[in-house]
């Protein structure tokens, strides 16, 4: 499912090289939860940008999906992507949108026949527990509400692979709880997940494989 | 998915508030002074077009000839390349339009000893013969008959109604450019703002996968809107300008350029200018530039 070898991401700050990933290298099988933890900056975000093609590597192959994620031509990029949820600490739900058309937002975009929309919005919101919020708009949400909303839109399009990065990051420990259900609820449909955290508790209570990043190195790979 | 995409352009379009109306008028004040021009070009044209089928080329004779003789002359210069058609008026039928020229003080003509109005060739040229080049070479041609003595009329002044007109074009090309490019160089300021505005929209849009070209189409769109619009307000302009100016100038037409009423732009004219506005706002849109993927 996901494949990195030798994985380096190198900034350029004027004259000084700031390594962000060093040397990554690790695989992640079809139907498995990874928790990716390391504290802020230890380049989790960087990483995840690299498999969803946000970014490119310095140095290394990365390899998503069957996809040479490096060498993907623009077609091929929306392509892959279009396998893949992702989700952000900051729910990045578009504000003047109800939480209905937040979702209904990417069905539309990817050109889903108009009479198969709502049955998928619905479905997509009743597994995250948020059809009774669907007409609310983002501001009217709680940052849990959010990020569940936000899980919705992931889910709609049915993704193969999960990106989640620091979904619970800003959230109390009941509504961090509360998505961290939601996301294994995910994976237990056949979704493979790879969860980005800096809790240390969260990714202990995930009792899942989890990869240690620190200082861009991958120091640990464990469960 | 038009649907989707025309209610996304639609959004945008609101969004780019007082920007987007300074584009939509100056694509009104581009296309309008275009069309404006465009309006006066063609009532020239069509002044040219008329005097054009009017022209008379006279060849003045040395003497009055017989019948037969002047069938005969009729019928070789007919045969001369760029004429179409040619009448002999004799010196009575000449003195005879004369009276009827001077009307009530025809009785004047009546006191002269003799007529001295010569006999005369009216010939009417074809269209490459009503030419400024075509009448030049028709002229010299009928100036060489051993029959002539002078020759007059062509179509000068005609010729001159047209490089006005070529002036007129060119005048109003050159305004509507400079108004068009400033108008494109708007919609782009106005569609920046806008991708600044839905930054959020397109990196969910690019996140799911869309297509570069779904990312851009409400873009083109909203420009293409505010250049439809903006060619529907100059298009009433026009209409307005036409209504209003149009019965006061026709009588001052009508005298000086025989053209009895003045038309305005014909509907694939209006046709073009409402497409000329979307091309100008698509293309303003289609300019913007917001952050490119890697």
Known sequence: MIELHRVWRVFSVGPVKVPALSDVSFRIAKGEFVTLHGASGAGKTTLLRLLYRDD???EGEIDVLRYDVPRLRRREVAEMRRMIGVVFQDAKL?????????????????????????????????????????????????????????????????????LADEPTGSLDEAMAGEVLDVIKDIWAGGTTVLFATHQRAVAAALRQRTLALQAGRVVKDEG | ??????????????????????????????????????????????????????????????????????????????????????RYVGKAEALGTLKEVLGKDASVADQLPINPLPASLEVTPTAEGATPDGARVLIERLAALPEAEEVGGGSQWIDRLAQARRLLN???????AVLALAAILTVTTATTLVLHARRQETEIMRLVGASELMVRLPLLLQGMMQGLLGAMLAIWVLIGSYALVAPGLEPLVHQTLGVERLSFLRPYDVVGLMFAGSVLGGFGGWLARGRREP
């Open chain 1, 56 to 58: 490119l590597p310095t």
């Open chain 1, 94 to 162: 578009l504000p003047g949108r109800t939480v209905y058309e937040n979702v209904a937002f990417v069905l539309r975009v990817l050109g889903t026949p108009r009479r198969e929309i709502t049955p998928r919005v619905f479905d997509a919101l009743r597994a995250v527990g948020m059809s009774s919020r669907a007409q609310a708009y983002p501001a009217q949400l709680s940052q849990g509400e959010a990020q569940r909303a936000a899980l919705a839109r992931a889910i709609a399009r049915k993704p193969l692979l999960l």
């Open chain 2, 1 to 86: 998915m038009l649907g989707f995409l025309i209610g996304e352009a639609l959004r945008d379009l609101r969004r780019a508030g007082r920007v987007a109306i300074s584009a939509i008028l100056l694509i009104t004040l581009s296309l309008a002074a275009l069309g404006g021009f465009w309006l006066v070009s063609s009532n020239i044209g069509q002044a040219t077009d008329h005097w054009r089928n009017r022209v008379r080329i006279i060849v003045f004779l040395k003497r009055e000839a017989g019948t037969p003789e002047s069938t005969a002359l009729v019928q070789r210069v007919t045969a001369i390349p760029g004429v179409s058609a040619v």
């Open chain 2, 170 to 176: 060119a005048i109003g090309f050159g305004v509507g």
